[in-house]
T-cell receptor, first 116, second 113 residues
Framework: AAGVIQSPRHLIKEKRETATLKCYPIPRHDTVYWYQQGPGQDPQFLIS???????DKGSIPDRFSAQQFSDYHSELNMSSLELGDSALYFC???????????????FGPGTRLTVT | AQSVTQPDIHITVSEGASLELRCNYSYGATPYLFWYVQSPGQGLQLLLK??????LVQGIKGFEAEFKRSQSSFNLRKPSVHWSDAAEYFC???????????FGAGTILRVKS
């Protein structure tokens, strides 16, 4: 079965640089979520999109932005990178039926970002 | 505000022994509860979920979990642990309509032979 695809899997950037992470949800899934997992931490919600519109926002720094495109893939753009941005970034997708409640989120393998 | 507590940071069990990982949640409405497993440096794999109905849910890899509303708990169990079960386990709570997941701090499971 198709899974969530994330690219790149590993990324090394220097402070103050920018990074773009990509996520390709499971086909027909209409909701995409981004999470950040710091070393030894639990995943923290950043932002989500339903049908290409931002649906919820968590602890996402103003330096980060995200969008979902017409083909449902999503990109997380990170600027002015800081050492503290080093983390595993997960994308998840779900199929959310209107009026039917939330369905399970399937996670991609993550992008490991290292800021030096 | 929604929150999840996993009281045990580390648990060590012998291979073949039974396992129970604890999870308590706080959520103002009907909770949607999940258990995920993560191997080092890997993604999160969904083990099982609870939305409604039967409070004992079965998942993959022989895991099960029981929802107890009166105790706000959703403990994960396995009758006989295998060495390959060594990983980190996260309990999570979410709401309706594609709401975000809130995770517990995770429990690291070690399996000794």
């Amino acid at each position: 079965a198709a899974g969530v695809i994330q690219s790149p899997r590993h990324l090394i950037k220097e402070k103050r640089e920018t990074a773009t992470l990509k996520c390709y949800p499971i086909p027909r899934h209409d909701t995409v979520y981004w999470y950040q997992q710091g070393p030894g931490q639990d995943p923290q919600f950043l932002i989500s999109f339903y049908e290409k519109m931002q649906s919820d926002k968590g602890s996402i720094p103003d330096r980060f932005s995200a969008q979902q495109f017409s083909d449902y893939h999503s990109e997380l753009n990170m600027s002015s990178l800081e050492l503290g941005d080093s983390a595993l970034y997960f994308c998840a997708s779900s199929l959310t039926y209107l009026g039917q409640g939330a369905y399970e989120q399937y996670f991609g393998p993550g992008t490991r970002l290292t800021v030096t | 505000a929604q929150s999840v507590t996993q009281p045990d940071i580390h648990i060590t069990v012998s291979e073949g022994a039974s396992l129970e990982l604890r999870c308590n949640y706080s959520y103002g409405a009907t909770p949607y509860l999940f258990w995920y497993v993560q191997s080092p440096g890997q993604g999160l794999q969904l083990l099982l979920k609870y939305f409604s109905g039967d409070t004992l849910v079965q998942g993959i890899k022989g895991f099960e979990a029981e929802f107890k509303r009166s105790q706000s708990s959703f403990n994960l169990r396995k009758p006989s642990v295998h060495w390959s079960d060594a990983a980190e386990y996260f309990c999570a709570v979410g709401g309706e309509y594609g709401n975000k997941l809130v995770f517990g701090a995770g429990t690291i499971l070690r399996v000794k032979s």
